[in-house]
């Protein structure tokens, strides 16, 4: 008796470049994913945050406007970091969201 299905040919080997890239992209698609979200809360909080201050005349509410456009800065970078893949550039973005996150903190002082 023979046999009907004929043998399945193995799929030819992947370097493991080929399978890094393979596993890195949909990662990156959901970084963007929860960094435009993240930022467009913050955004939407910070316009809420204007109006509230200048309707209420309140200086504490501003200043929490402030830390909320830090944080902005530092979701522009995690994008902008995202977007590119040098070792370099990743060593800057970092630099850049830590001195924001200082700056975050002294305001809180």
Known sequence: ???????????PP???????????????RRGFL??????????VGIVILAITAISA??????????????EIGASTVVIWEL???SEARQRRALRLIAAAMFALAAGKV
Do not use: C, H
């Not at 008796?1 to 799929?11: E, F, I, Y």
């Not at 992947?14 to 890239?21: C, P, R, Y």
């Not at 929860?34 to 955004?43: D, R, S």
């Not at 200043?63 to 909320?68: A, C, H, I, K, M």
């Open 14 to 28: 992947q370097t493991a470049e080929q399978t890094d890239v393979e596993r890195r992209a949909p990662l990156l």
């Open 57 to 70: 005349r309140s200086v504490a509410l501003a200043g929490f406007g402030l830390d909320s456009l830090i």
């Open 1 to 11: 008796m023979s046999n009907a299905n004929p043998a399945k040919q193995p799929d």
């Open 83 to 85: 977007s590119g893949t």
């Open 34 to 43: 929860l960094e435009y979200t993240t930022l467009g809360w913050y955004v």
